[in-house]
């Protein structure tokens, strides 16, 4: 069964304080996974999209890696505009159906 | 671009009560679906729908009827509404069906009493 796992659930960091957030996924053949940003009250919006193990993307403070098994969600130097939930996601060769994580709610103090 | 569009953006509901959350996009995509999310949960697909006129269910579609007669809109039924529908509905769309962006909408946040 396609699964996604995301840690840890919750993270405080003191601002310019780097961490890691992971997601792990259990797919029968990986067609992409996605990491989205979600704000309180709105939809997820679309930050990364990696397809193969060894992919890595940069945005600005954030920095998207891949494994066979897992993902990681490198965040260097926050501020707390970068305070919001991050979710992960997988798409499986064999479907067309995306299977999200519980995500991960991230809070960056001053 | 308005991009993906949802209204309403809050309901109330009382049990048995049946409504349509309505859901477009003026971007062309192919590729729409509508998400539930719940607290400890994640997003949990409902149903989706890779072009006019062809729809599928996902992981909860029980309770909830779709159907793509535009490009553009994808509406979201709820038949006979229980307490269990009570959550924050997300319709997303992608230019295809393919490892692409997923767009979200802003969401309908739904109460059934």
């Known amino acids: 069964e396609d699964q996604v796992t995301q840690s840890p659930e919750a993270l405080r960091l003191q601002e310019g304080e780097s961490s890691s957030l992971n997601c792990s996924y259990t797919v029968s053949g990986l067609r992409g996974l996605f990491w989205y940003r979600q704000d309180p009250g709105k939809g997820p919006e679309f930050l990364f999209t990696?397809?193969?193990a060894g992919e890595e993307k940069e945005k600005e403070r954030l920095k998207a890696t891949l494994t066979k098994k897992e993902s990681f969600l490198h965040i260097t130097a926050p501020k707390p505009e970068d305070s919001a939930t991050y979710l992960c996601?997988?798409?499986?060769?064999?479907?067309?159906?995306?299977?999200f994580g519980t995500g991960t709610s991230l809070t960056v103090i001053p | 671009n308005a991009g993906v569009t949802q209204t309403p953006k809050f309901q109330v509901l009382k049990t048995g009560q049946s409504m349509t959350l309505q859901c477009a996009q003026d971007m062309n995509h192919e590729y729409m679906s509508w998400y539930r999310q719940d607290p400890g949960m994640g997003l949990r697909l409902i149903h989706y729908s890779v072009g006019a006129g062809i729809t599928d269910q996902g992981e909860v579609p029980n309770g909830y009827n779709v159907s793509r007669s535009t490009t553009e809109d994808f509406p979201l039924r709820l038949l006979s509404a229980a307490p269990s529908q009570t959550s924050v509905y997300f319709c997303?769309?992608?230019?295809?069906?393919?490892?692409?962006?997923?767009?979200f909408g802003p969401g309908t946040r739904l109460t059934v009493l």
């Open positions: 990696l397809y193969s």
């Open positions: 997303a769309s992608s230019y295809s069906m393919g490892s692409q962006t997923q767009y």
């Open positions: 996601a997988v798409q499986a060769n064999t479907g067309n159906q995306f299977y």
